[in-house]
T-cell receptor
């Protein structure tokens, strides 16, 4: 158990719908990262939040958005869902990327949310 | 752009034997980190081992060790005394502070341990 929690574990929804994925980082971790794992694209970085602020964006669609709340949990919102959005969505956390070294930069992953869009 | 290449899509090994998974990467950065993650059938991503690029000494974690060749940009994973529970997809990953500390993953290698 990495200490990172994600809910729900599974989501089945229809095209055009909107869903919210939730992540709670390990205790003491300030950074949250979101990744998407799909068969055709592999593991792709979506977005990074540090202590409530957006730090970096990857290949995240405009239909997707995220935020990190004062209690450091994060939510990934996916809207106008398409069949191609079906994937495993991971959240990862680390202590502080600015204090790299000694393992503080290492990302620990949650169990993921499996999204199926029908 | 940083890229990570895992040239072995699938590998198999007999229980108790040793196996080496290959990984190469491309970067112009000098400060970076390399990781191996394991993804068993449960799909959980589990950290196996990490290496800091400024350290010449190869990292080891019990039965897992790496061969880090910085000049060659190579980062292979050696699993000794393979166990059935090692059966999983293994991902090599690269991270550089200059690029926002995002993990860049290779395509993965499926490892099957046979009894």
């Amino acid at each position: 158990d990495s200490g990172v929690t994600q809910t729900p574990k599974h989501l089945i929804t229809a095209t055009g719908q909107r869903v919210t994925l939730r992540c709670s980082p390990r205790s003491g971790d300030l950074s949250v990262y979101w990744y998407q794992q799909s068969l055709d694209q592999g593991l792709q970085f979506l977005i990074h939040y540090y202590n409530g602020e957006e730090r970096a964006k990857g290949n995240i669609l405009e239909r997707f958005s995220a935020q990190q709340f004062p209690d450091l949990h994060s939510e990934l919102n996916l809207s106008s869902l398409e069949l191609g959005d079906s994937a495993l969505y991971f959240c990862a956390s680390s202590v502080d990327p600015g204090l790299a070294g000694g393992g503080k930069e290492t990302q620990y992953f949650g169990p993921g949310t499996r999204l199926l869009v029908l | 752009a940083q890229t990570v290449t895992q040239s072995q899509p699938e590998m198999s090994v007999q229980e108790a034997e040793t196996v080496t998974l290959s990984c190469t990467y491309d970067t112009s950065e000098n400060n970076y980190y390399l990781f191996w993650y394991k993804q068993p059938p449960s799909r959980q991503m589990i950290l196996v081992i990490r290496q800091e690029a400024y350290k010449q000494q190869n990292a080891t974690e019990n039965r897992f060790s790496v061969n880090f060749q910085k000049a060659a940009k190579s980062f292979s994973l050696k699993i000794s005394d393979s166990q059935l529970g090692d059966t999983a997809m293994y991902f090599c990953a690269f991270m550089a502070p200059e690029y926002g500390n995002k993990l860049v993953f290779g395509a993965g290698t499926i490892l099957r341990v046979k009894s």
